[in-house]
């Protein structure tokens, strides 16, 4: 999980091509990759070599809610549930005491 003012790094689309080929073509091990691209962990050249697999984006998904397809509808729920967590956390105020609502009937066009 990641830490508050915690920073990635991103890499381009170029580095995790390379980092793929190199893998997979060449059969080097993400030790000698991870030094000679400058890249921070294996497990990030692991995921890029299943998306070049799966034929998946190498695209930055983090802090984005797109995902539309799910497994079932517990997974989906779940989902579902994470974003309006994150969104009381975004927006106190909206659910706290006294607002509109949490007051039965209420309505933000009533005045």
């Not at 580095?15 to 091990?29: C, D, I, P, S």
Request: glycine residues 6%; charged residues 35%.
């Amino acid at each position: 999980m990641a830490k508050k003012g915690q920073t990635f790094t991103r890499y381009s689309d170029e580095t995790k091509r390379e980092a793929v080929r190199l893998r997979n073509e060449e059969g080097w091990t993400y030790a000698t990759i991870m030094e000679k691209l400058g890249i921070s962990s294996k497990t990030q050249i692991r995921d890029w070599v299943y998306k070049s697999q799966t034929e998946e984006a190498f695209a930055d998904q983090r802090g984005r809610w797109n995902k539309t397809k799910f497994k079932s509808v517990e997974e989906e729920n779940a989902y579902l549930k994470a974003q309006v967590e994150y969104l009381k956390k975004r927006n106190p105020n909206l659910h706290g005491e006294g607002s509109w609502i949490s007051t039965p009937g209420a309505s933000p066009f009533k005045k």
